[in-house]
């Protein structure tokens, strides 16, 4: 008994030096990427396995799939919110930012 108290006081001890320090912070960042600002975002790599199979190319000009039609791309889909050019976040890649000028099967015509 008088052990598993000090355990808790010790892990208490050990939460608040890591708060103190940021860890906290830092540890939130990692499994929140929804928190990470958008700049930050990694780029989907179009070899990921997911971004393979929904045929996600980073140049919308340059996909064969029969599905892309004449002037999607990912910066009028509904699932993408950053801007015109460069790169922002897609709902679908979560954790990823995805290129304005890419597209893949899951595009949705913003309304
Ligand atoms: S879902 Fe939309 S924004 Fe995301 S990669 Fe596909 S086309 Fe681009």
Same mark, same amino acid.
């Given at each position: 008994?008088?052990?598993?108290? +000090?355990? %808790?006081? /010790? ?8 708060? *103190?320090?940021?860890?906290? @912070? ?29 045929? +996600?190319? %980073?140049? /919308? ?8 039609? *004449?002037?999607?791309?990912? @910066? ?36």
């Amino acid at each position: 008994m008088a052990v598993s108290a +000090y355990s %808790e006081v /010790a892990a208490r001890r050990r939460f608040l030096r890591l708060v *103190a320090t940021g860890g906290a @912070a830092t540890g939130v960042a990692m499994f929140a990427p929804g928190l990470l600002r958008a700049a930050d975002l990694p780029h989907l790599d179009a070899s990921d396995p997911t971004a393979k199979a929904l045929g +996600y190319v %980073e140049d /919308a000009s340059t996909t064969t799939n029969a599905k892309h039609q *004449a002037g999607d791309a990912c @910066a009028n889909c509904q699932f993408y919110s950053g801007g015109p050019t460069g790169y922002g976040p897609c709902q679908i890649f979560a954790g990823k930012s995805v290129n304005a000028k890419g597209w893949c099967v899951s595009h949705s015509p913003r309304k």
